[in-house]
């Protein structure tokens, strides 16, 4: 099977970004008691800035978006905002090859490290995280919330 293409999202692709980030995310409605955050994003918003990727699937010369991955830089490190895969692509490495770009873009970009947060109820996403280098900072605060954050160093970095 071919490999999906990563490619910078482009205004066109807001209604498929925003589709599959609210299917991704469904899933874990039921285990969080709410909608996680990601599925009320304005992802047009965020592609007219420019802080979006997305893994493209080609067929018959006709592209469909298979995952999403949001970053924003901020001081001292890249924030990865959203991570998505549509669900028939779980387990196909297309969230590995998001947060592979996410680490080549944090190079790019200068910064020393990667941040996220995900909730403990997004287990697959944790697992993922913990296997690929990332590094739980979570304090009991965070841990009261649910919430997890998470570091990890930018590849190559000085």
């Keep these: 099977m071919a490999e999906p293409i990563l490619r910078p999202a482009t205004p066109e692709d807001a209604p498929a970004v925003r589709d599959?980030?609210?299917t991704a995310?469904?899933?874990?409605?039921?285990?969080?008691?709410r909608e996680p955050m990601p599925m009320?994003?304005?992802?047009?918003?965020?592609?007219e800035r420019g802080g979006v990727w997305v893994?493209?699937?080609?067929v018959e010369a006709v592209g469909?978006?298979?995952?999403?991955?949001e970053v924003e830089a901020r001081p001292g490190h890249l924030y990865v905002d959203i991570v998505a895969v549509a669900v028939a692509w779980w387990g196909r490495g297309v969230g590995r090859a998001?947060?592979?770009?996410?680490?080549?873009e944090a190079r790019r970009r200068g910064l020393p490290e990667?941040?996220?947060l995900t909730h403990e109820t997004m287990t697959e996403n944790v697992s993922l995280y913990t296997r690929t280098g990332w590094t739980d900072l979570s304090g009991p605060e965070d841990r009261a919330l649910g919430r997890l954050q998470f570091r990890k160093p930018?590849?190559?970095a000085d």
């Design 64 to 69: 469909r978006v298979v995952g999403v991955l």
């Design 98 to 104: 998001l947060l592979h770009h996410a680490d080549a």
């Design 20 to 22: 599959l980030v609210r």
């Design 114 to 116: 990667l941040r996220l």
């Design 40 to 47: 009320g994003v304005d992802h047009a918003d965020v592609i």
């Design 154 to 156: 930018t590849p190559g």
């Design 25 to 33: 995310f469904t899933p874990y409605v039921e285990r969080m008691g």
């Design 55 to 58: 893994a493209v699937w080609v």
